[in-house]
């Protein structure tokens, strides 16, 4: 099982990163949360992963922070949620929100994220009450640099990433002030789709 990486990055593009571990390129596939913490390419980091073993793959997925990826083991188990699901969850909301989310019961924050019906969003309260903390892991928050310099286009290209048309992009950008760091404005921007 590979657990923790450390390594520079290769490369970044949208939801993949690819850090070099002493000569090795590992590909992973972080949420948007994680991704705008990254620092640039070039410039070291350290991930939190999981690996996912299908028939047909085995994928690797990164974190920043351990509640995060606590946070995704813990959505991969709810029935009709998988590893791409959870990822665009974490990626719509930050593992605080999720557990506020679920322990409030607020079925229409949850049907937020991309590709979460109201029946999933019922089952996730149901199999998830109580076993999401609602508190943030400040020990594990240091590993990146943070990018204050998001705009609107990142904002997209993010909201592009989680499955949403060009058209649902931009109209949900449309009132977010230019200069928003990039993972309020994804914030902001899923808000504005509701």
């Known amino acids: ?5 450390r390594g520079i990055i290769l490369e970044k593009n949208p939801p993949v990163v690819v850090l070099d571990v002493h000569g090795v390129g590992y590909e992973a596939q972080v949420s948007m949360q994680t991704f705008y913490t990254l620092p640039a390419a070039g410039e070291e980091t350290a991930l ?7 028939e047909d ?6 974190f920043g922070s351990r509640e995060e990826r606590e946070t995704f083991r813990a959505l991969v188990k709810v029935s009709g949620i998988g590893a791409k699901s959870a990822l665009g969850i974490l990626s719509a909301l930050t593992s605080e929100e999720l557990a506020a989310a679920i322990a409030t019961e607020d079925i229409k924050r949850l049907t937020a994220a991309p590709g979460i019906g109201k029946k999933t969003a019922e089952r996730m309260v149901l199999e998830l009450r109580g076993k999401l903390a609602a508190t943030s892991d400040n020990a594990t928050t240091g590993l990146f640099t943070q990018n204050t310099a998001g705009n609107n286009e990142d904002i997209i290209n993010t909201l592009l990433a989680l499955g949403y048309t060009d058209k649902e992009a931009r109209t949900a950008c449309k009132n977010i002030p230019a200069g928003t760091d990039v993972s309020e404005g994804v914030r902001l921007a899923l808000k504005n789709m509701l």
Do not use: E
């Open 1 to 5: 099982m590979i657990s923790r990486l």
């Open 48 to 54: 939190y992963t999981q690996l996912v073993v299908r």
């Open 57 to 62: 793959a085995h994928l690797l997925f990164g």
